[in-house]
C-alpha cells in the first residue's frame, strides 16, 4: 500500500514541482500585473497543475506523491505572488493539506481518471476557497478586488484545470512508453 519512493522518483518529482514553478510564475505573475488582483493567477496556472499532475502520478502512483510535489511548490512560491502575497506562510500548509487530500482521493479511487478529475475539482475549489479567506483574514492587498469574484476563479479554475487533465491524458498517451520514463517508473 504505502510504498517508498527511489531516488530517481523523488528526483522526477522536484523536477517536476521546479519546472511547474517556473512556468507558472511566469504566467501567473503576468497575470496578476495586469489586475492587480492576487489569485487571478489561477487562470493560468489551471491547466499547467492539472497536466503535470496527471503526469506525475501516472509516472509515479504511489501514495504522497502529490503532497510532496506540492510542498516543494509551495516552499518555491513562498518569495513569490503566486497563491498570494510574497511570504504569505498559509501557502504551505494549504498546500501540503490539499496533496494529502489529493494522495488519499487518488488512492481510494484506485489512480482512475475520473478519480483524478473529480478530487481536482473538489480539493481544488477547497484549496482556492482558503487561500481567498486567510487572505481576506490577513487584510493583504487586493482582497477587496478578490472577493467580488472568487466564485468566478474557482469555477474557472475548476473546468480549466479538468481541460489540463485531459490534455494531459492524451499526452500521457504519447509518452507512456517512453525510454526515460519506464526508467524513472521502474
Known amino acids: 500500500m504505502f510504498k517508498h519512493f527511489s531516488t530517481?522518483?523523488?528526483v522526477f518529482i522536484a523536477m517536476m514541482s521546479a519546472s511547474i514553478f517556473i512556468i507558472n510564475l511566469i504566467s501567473g505573475s503576468a497575470i496578476v500585473g495586469v489586475t492587480g488582483i492576487p489569485m487571478t493567477s489561477a487562470f493560468a496556472t489551471a491547466i499547467t497543475m492539472g497536466l503535470w499532475i496527471l503526469i506525475l502520478i501516472k509516472v509515479v502512483p504511489k501514495v504522497g506523491a502529490i503532497t510532496l510535489f506540492l510542498l516543494i511548490y509551495s516552499i518555491l512560491e513562498m518569495?513569490?505572488?503566486l497563491g498570494g502575497a510574497p511570504g504569505f506562510w498559509p501557502k504551505i500548509p494549504i498546500n501540503v493539506i490539499s496533496?494529502?487530500?489529493?494522495?488519499l482521493f487518488l488512492y481510494l479511487t484506485k489512480y482512475r481518471l475520473w478519480g483524478l478529475?473529480?478530487?481536482f475539482i473538489i480539493i481544488a475549489s477547497v484549496n482556492l476557497g482558503t487561500f481567498a479567506f486567510f487572505l481576506w483574514v490577513l487584510g493583504l492587498p487586493g482582497v477587496d478586488k478578490l472577493l467580488p469574484i472568487i466564485h468566478i476563479i474557482i469555477?474557472?479554475?475548476?473546468?480549466?484545470?479538468s481541460l489540463g487533465i485531459v490534455i494531459g491524458n492524451v499526452i500521457w498517451k504519447r509518452i507512456k512508453d517512453k525510454r526515460i520514463i519506464q526508467q524513472i517508473s521502474s
Open 117 to 119: 478529475i473529480t478530487g
Open 8 to 10: 530517481k522518483e523523488l
Open 155 to 161: 469555477v474557472v479554475y475548476a473546468v480549466l484545470g
Open 79 to 81: 518569495p513569490t505572488t
Open 99 to 103: 496533496g494529502i487530500l489529493g494522495d
